[in-house]
């Protein structure tokens, strides 16, 4: 992670707060030389969040190896101690008996050896046999930005933390080798082990403009060879944080990473640097030649699933052994200046961790927030079979709006409603389509949803909702995340955030759960089909002030058959 800022600094062409484009082709995060080890002097509340993972103050981006060992899980992260722009990251780690409430510990890996002393950046962990966990991450090894695969191992396996953590002088473990784009070869992935006796990880890398997921193999777990061929690549640039885990076809529990056998599929992930958005296929995995291949159901690239149509970014996945699932953790970074990150003393949080596997269907996957997550609601208000005509907006009253999960499911009498799905819109994705078609857009089954942290006379809001529309031989289900009306505050990125809902309609329903908290809205279409995380910045819709209604803008009459909603209590954050 974090590369082009690197590249950037290290030529000299320190850009002080405009966008950062290498070879203007890749998109980036943006260097802020000034900000960088400013540290916060007071770490504004207003937009914190009451029910997600920070730390106190200061920048954070990807979630690292997380993992369960001896009863406690472990989140690592990478942080920046000194400000709250990315510079000068470290290893943060954090840990939870339920993920929920987190406990800050020291940072397990900073820069100190030769192997990593320009850099600690991304990695993962896997849990060896003896339940020995060892950590894989990149170090960064010289000025030039060159990339090595380093390990950690704890200082001490009796310690329930694990505070500590070793590097030992055998690194690096895996350097670029010939062929391979040495400032383009990062994030190593959980590795799993094969029959023939052999550990496999992937390095997410590029090749021109192919992403690639650069395979090696160790018997030992210390020596590693590189493959000849790839496990996969595609023509998307390049490939960061890639995420590769079986998921079984008929059962919602999630499998260890080296599972080959059985019913299942096989998931592969990546982060694009260039949209800086995920993606993901469903395929199988030939794991005798080694090669993973997306069903024809699934499309490597811009047109690719994504967990989240959101702000999301260099998520990692782990097999939780103890409730017998698999957990997604991704990024949520900041969608206001850097200037008013400096100023609020923080930047970025991780969303709520989800619950992943394979729909029925098996094209796509599911996500649900973890049920632990159901510890911190508070106050409940529920609305049974509440009709909403073209226009309406009532309110869900009783809850703290700002700090709330919401859980409701729609009805509708017809589908015949539906505005025509105008051919040439193929060619748009759902996020064009969704800014071209607002919740102000009067329509026939739908816009309907929920307006979050709305103020008492929506001058501010953000509408999550659905718009059904007729195909020539389906219906089309837009789901909308819009952060256009979100804030009176200008220099904001206000997206339209937006995914298209793959669900059967025949039972005239359409549920969504949204996580509202401050400045984050998770949301979460039918059963988890399609997910979508907004960041905004109300100035008037917070706290006390802060309003959540229902409402529909089509034609055709919508019913809630029911709502629950609950005010959320803070856990203990870090
Ligand atoms: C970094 O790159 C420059 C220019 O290619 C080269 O002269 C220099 O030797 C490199 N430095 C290191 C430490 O690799
Ligand atoms: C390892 O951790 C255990 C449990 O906290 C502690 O009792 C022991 O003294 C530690 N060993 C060392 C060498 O620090
Ligand atoms: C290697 O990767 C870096 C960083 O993505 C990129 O700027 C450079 O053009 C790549 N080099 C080649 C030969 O593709
Ligand atoms: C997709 O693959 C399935 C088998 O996995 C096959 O039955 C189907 O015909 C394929 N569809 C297309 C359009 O190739
Ligand atoms: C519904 O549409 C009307 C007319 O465009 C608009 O004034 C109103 O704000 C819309 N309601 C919502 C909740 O967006
Ligand atoms: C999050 O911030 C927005 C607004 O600055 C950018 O447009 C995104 O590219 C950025 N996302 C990531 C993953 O860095």
């Known amino acids: 992670m974090g590369i082009s800022m690197f590249v950037c600094v290290l030529v000299g062409l320190v850009l002080y707060g405009t966008t950062t484009i290498i070879n203007g082709v890749e998109g980036s995060h943006k260097v802020y030389k000034e900000y960088k080890s400013v540290p916060a002097v007071e770490v504004k509340q207003l937009h914190r969040t009451g029910f997600h993972f920070q730390p106190k103050k200061h920048w954070i981006n990807d979630p690292n190896r997380p993992m369960y060992y001896n009863g406690i899980y472990h989140l690592f992260y990478q942080y920046n101690p ?6 000068n990251i470290v290893w943060a780690h954090s840990v939870s008996t339920d993920m929920i409430n987190w406990k800050p510990l020291d940072p397990a890996i900073y820069p100190s050896k030769p192997f990593d002393r320009y850099g600690c950046w991304s990695g993962s962990a896997t849990i060896l046999p003896g339940n020995r966990p060892i950590i894989l991450y990149t170090g960064i090894v010289d000025p030039n930005n060159t990339q090595v695969q380093n390990y950690a191992v704890p200082a001490n396996y009796s310690d329930p933390y694990l505070q500590k953590w070793v590097k030992p002088d055998n690194n690096p473990l895996v350097f670029p080798g010939v062929g391979v784009n040495g400032t383009a070869f990062r994030d190593p992935t959980t590795a799993w082990w094969g029959p023939d006796g052999h550990w496999r990880i992937i390095v997410g890398s590029r090749r021109k403009h192919r992403g690639m997921a650069y395979l090696y193999r160790s018997r030992d777990f210390m020596s590693w060879t590189k493959a000849q061929h790839p496990l996969h690549s595609a023509k998307t640039g390049m490939w960061e944080c890639p995420d590769f885990y079986p998921v079984s076809m ?4 999630g499998l260890e990473t080296s599972v080959m056998k059985g019913n299942i599929k096989h998931v592969l ?10 993606y993901y296929t469903v395929g199988t995995y030939f794991h005798e030649k080694d090669r993973y291949v ?14 989240d149509y959101g702000n999301f970014y260099a998520s990692k996945t782990f097999f939780d052994a103890s409730k ?4 997604l953790w991704g990024w949520a970074n900041e969608s206001d200046t850097a200037s008013e990150d400096v100023n609020k003393g923080w930047a970025g949080i991780q969303t709520i961790p989800r619950k992943v596997w394979l ?3 098996g094209k796509q996957l599911l996500q649900w927030p973890i049920e632990e997550l159901e510890t911190l609601r508070g106050k409940n208000v529920h609305l049974n079979n509440q009709q909403l005509n073209l226009g309406d907006h009532v309110e869900i009253k009783g809850i703290a709006a700002a700090q709330a999960d919401v859980e409701v499911s729609f009805s509708f009498a017809s589908l015949d409603k539906a505005e025509p799905f105008d051919p040439s819109w193929a060619d748009m994705d759902a996020q064009q389509l969704c800014s071209h078609m607002g919740s102000t857009v009067t329509g026939g089954l739908g816009p309907f949803g929920l307006l979050t942290l709305a ?7 953000t509408p999550v909702f659905f718009r059904v529309f007729k195909a020539k031989d389906k219906h089309v289900v837009l789901m909308c995340s819009d952060a256009t009306s ?10 339209s955030f937006s995914g298209f809902v793959d669900v059967d309609l025949t039972d005239k329903k359409l549920s969504l759960r949204s996580l509202i908290d401050h400045s984050v809205v998770e949301s979460f279409g039918p059963g988890g089909k399609t997910c979508i995380t907004s960041r905004v910045y109300p100035t008037l819709a917070v706290l006390g002030d802060c309003h959540l209604f229902a409402f529909n803008n089509g034609t055709e009459t919508i019913t809630i058959e029911k709502l629950n909603a609950w005010s959320m209590n803070n856990p203990l954050m870090n």
């Open 82 to 87: 000194k400000g709250a722009v990315w510079g």
């Open 250 to 253: 008929d059962s919602e529990n």
């Open 269 to 278: 992930k990546v982060s694009l640097d260039l949209t800086r958005y995920e």
């Open 294 to 307: 997306p069903d024809n159901t699934s499309v490597d690239g811009l047109a690719g699933l994504r967990y």
């Open 324 to 327: 017998n699932r698999r957990i």
């Open 359 to 361: 729909d029925k269907s």
């Open 455 to 461: 103020s008492a006379n929506l001058e501010e809001y």
């Open 486 to 495: 979100s804030s009176l505050k200008k220099e904001l990125y206000k997206p």
